[in-house]
């Protein structure tokens, strides 16, 4: 199982991913320390007005930018790659659907 976060912060966005192992979570004792690794990446460029956080096929979360119009995926492996939308877009949902195809809505 996969949680992840965003935190704002003057410049940049931090995504932090946690990863977790769904059935050991399951069976551990309530008592036990959480487990997982917390990554935080930080994603170049002026504050992007992240809005939406969405896992998507091959393990990656794609992320949309309202203010930079433009779409963020961040592999498993922390490589982002940027997706530029048409100036004053302004991408906001973002979902997959069981094919694996892209919705956004703008």
């Given at each position: 199982?996969?949680?992840?976060?965003?935190?704002?912060?003057?410049?940049?966005?931090?995504i932090a991913l946690t990863s977790m192992l769904f059935m050991t979570a399951i069976s551990a004792p309530a008592e036990s320390e959480p487990f997982g690794k917390v990554v935080e990446y930080d994603i170049p460029g002026k504050m992007?007005?992240?809005?939406?956080i969405s896992s998507g096929p091959g393990n990656s979360?794609?992320?949309?930018?309202?203010?930079?119009?433009?779409?963020?995926?961040?592999?498993?492996?922390?490589?982002m790659e940027f997706y530029p939308l048409p100036a004053g877009s302004g991408p906001h949902g973002l979902k997959f659907d069981r094919l694996g195809r892209m919705w956004v809505t703008l």
């Open positions: 199982m996969k949680t992840f976060r965003y935190v704002k912060h003057e410049t940049f966005v931090k992007g007005s992240t809005h939406e979360l794609w992320i949309t930018q309202q203010k930079n119009s433009r779409l963020v995926k961040l592999s498993s492996e922390g490589k």
